[in-house]
């Protein structure tokens, strides 16, 4: 990978490989590197809770406790559009939910580098969908 010295780089990667990319970024100060992980990245992009909304599901929608779990994971990647199912459960927990309303514009201020992640669908998902 080439990577451009005047540009703002983002590498996004598992913590696992954090002293490597640390190391290499020691060795070229001449780039400015941010590294982030998963987590992180989910943070700025997807949706997070104020409330939990499992008990809500689990009482009111008589979901089970698994499903709730999953159908939250695909909730807070914002994957509702297209599934009547979830987009029924997304307008009943709406008010449940809140993104971080600058994390978007942070991110596009960078060239993003996925580092080990190519097949991670969650994070592609989510700077897809973001056009990232």
């Known amino acids: 990978m080439k990577l451009n010295n005047n540009a703002r780089i983002l590498i996004i990667s ?9 190391s290499y970024k020691n060795k070229h100060p ?3 590197i941010k590294i982030i992980n998963r987590n992180t990245l989910l943070d700025k992009l997807a949706y997070r809770f104020t409330s ?3 008990p809500y599901l689990i009482k009111e929608k008589g979901i089970s406790y ?3 779990k999953r159908y939250i994971n695909l909730l807070r990647l914002g994957v509702h559009q297209n599934n009547p199912k979830l987009n029924s459960l997304y307008s009943d927990i709406s008010s449940m939910l809140t ?7 942070e991110l596009e201020q960078y060239e993003i580098y996925l580092f080990e992640m190519d097949e991670d669908r969650d ?3 989510l700077l ?3 056009k990232l």
Do not use: M
Not at 14 to 22: G, H
């Open 123 to 125: 994070v592609i998902h």
């Open 30 to 32: 001449e780039f400015n």
């Open 128 to 130: 897809n969908n973001n």
């Open 52 to 54: 939990d909304p499992i």
């Open 14 to 22: 598992d913590k696992d490989y954090f002293s490597y990319l640390f």
């Open 66 to 68: 698994s499903k709730a």
């Open 99 to 105: 993104k971080d309303e600058y994390g978007l514009y």
